[in-house]
Every structure is written in structure tokens, then in C-alpha cells.
């Protein structure tokens, strides 16, 4: 955080719960631990920092979803309105399922 009270970097759990990508804080931690959270296509753990312009590739179940960050929250908690213009969704597709 700079002086002037801009936010230029956030915690990726923070993120996501923010966006509203997940529904938890834990459910983001979770997600992280099991390898399903990539950040600028390399794996990311839940302190990672994440910054505007990054790319986000979460796998929930059988679906992905690739997103860029284009701004960061200033507050932990953000308006259901706000969230999605934290994200450019970028992609969101089912993936095949492995047997």
C-alpha cells in the first residue's frame, strides 16, 4: 500500500473472496492447497500476492475459470454490485471428465 491509500497488491484469498470467485475465505485457502489456483500460469499458494493485470485460473469441480484482475479491492468487504468489476473474465468453460 502506497501513501496515498492506494491498494496496489492483495493476498490471492483475499481476492477471491472479494470477487466473489468463491464464497469463502477458506474455500479459497482449500482450493490453493489442492494445486487448483494458478496465477500467471504457476501454481499459487493462498498468501500470494496478487497485483492489476494478473491472470487467475481457478478449477472448481469440473469447471475452470480464467480471469484478469483490472482492480483490487480497498476493504475486505465489497459490494455484490462492486465484485465483478474487479475481473475481466477471460474464459470459463466444463472440462472433460477423467476416469
Do not use: W
Request: some cysteine; charged content about 30%; aromatic content about 4%.
Amino acid at each position: 500500500m502506497t501513501g496515498e491509500g492506494v491498494v496496489q497488491e492483495v493476498r490471492l484469498d483475499h481476492f477471491l473472496r472479494a470477487s466473489r470467485l468463491v464464497p469463502r475465505r477458506t474455500v479459497a485457502q482449500e482450493l490453493c492447497e489442492r494445486g487448483a489456483v494458478r496465477v500467471n500460469d504457476l501454481p499459487a499458494r493462498a498468501a500470494r500476492r496478487v497485483h492489476v493485470g494478473d491472470r487467475i485460473e481457478l478449477t472448481r469441480g469440473a469447471r475452470l475459470i480464467a480471469v484478469r484482475v483490472i482492480a483490487l479491492p480497498s476493504s475486505k468487504q465489497v459490494s455484490r454490485a462492486q465484485a465483478p468489476t474487479l475481473y475481466e473474465l477471460l474464459e470459463e468453460r466444463v472440462l472433460p471428465e477423467v476416469f
